[in-house]
Nanobody, 115 residues
Framework: QVQLVESGGGLVQPGGSLGLSCAASGSFSSIRAMSWYREREMVAGITFGGNTYYADWAQGRFTISGDKAKNTVYLQMNSMRPEDTAVYYC??????????????WGQGTQVTVTS
């Protein structure tokens, strides 16, 4: 099994910044891609081949990055707005030792943007 552990959520003022991280652990061959979601919408995603993807509203404010050696993904959120308030979920697609692709979700971390 694979587990995702998220950290970094919390309270931030409008215009402020917050960083999230998500680390994958467990038994797997390799992590193929990791993403952040909120309210069932993808915020940003990254493949460990180096491609990144952003929701239109996240482009320019949020930055996703990954550390393949640590099986960890980061989301740096800048210029935050009250509407960014949500539970953020980490998602990972990984390959198991049988050659299959599987998906796992983290438990979610609350982000609240308020003055």
């Amino acid at each position: 099994q694979v587990q995702l552990v998220e950290s970094g959520g919390g309270l931030v003022q409008p215009g402020g910044s917050l960083g999230l991280s998500c680390a994958a652990s467990g038994s797997f061959s390799s992590i193929r891609a990791m993403s952040w979601y909120r309210e069932r919408e993808m915020v940003a995603g990254i493949t460990f081949g180096g491609n990144t993807y952003y929701a239109d509203w996240a482009q320019g404010r949020f930055t996703i990055s990954g550390d393949k050696a640590k099986n960890t993904v980061y989301l740096q959120m800048n210029s935050m707005r009250p509407e960014d308030t949500a539970v953020y979920y980490c998602n990972a697609v990984y390959s198991d030792y049988g050659g299959g692709y599987l998906e796992v979700w983290g438990q979610g971390t609350q982000v609240t943007v308020t003055s």
